[in-house]
């Protein structure tokens, strides 16, 4: 394989893994300010390409004509331009899918895995992109919300794979010999409580959504009254993920080479818990600040992100260096 276009499919991966991270906040943004509805119809806005500026631009009777989206709801230029922008967003990623894939064909006569996993996430993009319209058709029904959310994480994941199998001859090169035995298993754990904590905040978020509607997403101090036991124990929860991937970080900065990869991930992925646990603990007592709720999404899919990157260098490193007990 030419170095050169193993670097040119990397870079382009990547890219697009930070591009759907991109496209996840911004869907959090419009789900945290009620900008879903935005546009009540899709693909088109309003049935326009390029959806209006001012209320001017629609006919007299557009309650009417989307009765269900905006029976109750007078036009908002900022909501719709949001969700118009989340749109295109969403097409953009379609587009960097594909220059992934066209450039995964590369490794058709060397690991043609490479290929088919870029090909899958191309077609699971066909796939998300039909499930958004149904969310729309659906007016935002939460259990479509959450399965657009988690067929995200399932699409990243896929890319982070496809990457990280196309870079596996740098990836066996990392010295894992000295860390713990169980540091895999501990680190298959975290992934499951990470999963498990995700569950339970799309069950959160499903529950401030109809708190939100109720009070028209304004009086935001008064929401947490509302909150339903999910909440508690999603906030307690937080506590075991952070001592479970502190641990991970801990070996890992006893065992490995300070300039490692993997020590830089354990690093990363520490700073991604500690912020989406100070982004959860300013939506319970301040008020639920609108800018912390998608943050609070972003973190938690890249805290699985990293955690599933760095199980593939530890599974990739292990089928070269032996891993030995420590005390």
């Known amino acids: 394989m030419n170095p050169e276009i193993a670097r040119r499919f990397r870079r382009l991966g990547t890219l697009t893994i930070f591009a759907v991270y991109f496209v996840i906040l911004v869907g959090g943004i419009v789900r945290a300010s009620g900008a879903g509805m935005g546009c009540p119809d899709w693909p088109t806005c309003f049935g326009q390409l390029i959806p209006p500026t001012s209320v001017a631009e629609l006919p007299d009777n557009y309650h009417e004509i989307y009765a269900v989206g905006y029976a109750n709801t007078d036009f908002n230029v900022i ?38 996993l870029s090909l899958a996430v191309f077609l699971l993009v066909g796939f998300q992109g039909w499930l958004g319209s149904v969310v729309v058709k659906t007016h935002l029904h939460p259990l479509m919300i959450t399965a657009h959310m988690l067929l995200a994480l399932f699409i990243v994941a896929l890319l982070i794979y496809a990457i990280a199998r196309s870079q596996n001859d740098l990836l066996r090169r990392i010295d894992i010999s000295e860390l713990p035995a169980k540091f895999k298993t501990v680190l298959l754990v975290a992934m499951g409580f990470t999963l498990l904590q995700v569950g339970m905040g799309t069950q959160v978020r499903e529950a401030v959504d109809l708190i939100a509607t109720h009070h028209n997403y304004i009086d935001r101090e008064y929401w947490r009254d509302s909150f339903p036991i999910i909440f508690y124990i999603h906030r307690s ?80 490193a292990a089928k070269t260096t032996p891993q030995t007990v420590i005390p």
């Open 237 to 316: 929860f937080s506590a075991v993920i952070l001592f479970t991937n502190l641990w991970l970080a801990w070996k890992v900065y006893q065992s490995v080479d300070k300039n490692s990869l993997l020590f830089r991930l354990a690093c990363v992925l520490v700073g991604l818990i500690i912020t989406a646990i100070l982004a959860g603990v300013s939506l319970d007592r301040l008020g639920m600040p609108p800018v912390a709720q998608p943050i609070h999404l972003l973190m938690a899919n890249l805290i699985f992100g990293v955690q599933f990157f760095i199980f593939i260098c530890i599974s990739y």
């Open 79 to 116: 909501k719709t331009w949001t969700e118009y922008l989340n749109r295109l967003t969403g097409v953009t990623i379609g587009f960097l899918i594909f220059l992934t894939l066209w450039a995964s064909r590369a490794y058709l006569k060397t690991d043609k895995q490479v290929f088919y």
